[in-house]
Nanobody, 114 residues
Framework: QAQLVESGGGLVQPGGSLRLSCAAS????????INWFRQALGKGPEWVSE????????RYSDSVKGRFTISSDNVKNTVYLQMNSLKPEDTAVYYC???????RGQGTQVTVSS
């Protein structure tokens, strides 16, 4: 059974960094587009970043461009989201998703606060 599991969230001060992981089982991530999106409390989902199959291309939302980096490790079958220069407005539950198969992980909470 295909599954995505996020990890790496937590509490960090403004200006700090976190690296989120999206580990896949039952499906080779390298053949699919993977997205990260986030949802803050009381708000709708916001797309954050995308990596093309095999890491051939990446995209970012304007709100995170220059601060976040998406990458993939095909050996570990994992996609990462390195988040630097975090701001309070980055606080949200972060999800990875595989739209081609309608898969989404359970999410990991990121809280940016002093």
């Amino acid at each position: 059974q295909a599954q995505l599991v996020e990890s790496g969230g937590g509490l960090v001060q403004p200006g700090g960094s976190l690296r989120l992981s999206c580990a896949a089982s039952g499906i080779p991530l390298r053949t699919y587009y993977i997205n990260w999106f986030r949802q803050a409390l009381g708000k709708g989902p916001e797309w954050v970043s995308e990596i093309k199959s095999g890491g051939q291309g990446v995209r970012y939302s304007d709100s995170v461009k220059g601060r976040f980096t998406i990458s993939s490790d095909n050996v570990k079958n994992t996609v990462y989201l390195q988040m630097n220069s975090l701001k309070p407005e980055d606080t949200a539950v972060y999800y990875c998703s595989l739209p081609a198969m309608g898969l989404r992980g359970q999410g990991t909470q990121v809280t940016v606060s002093s």
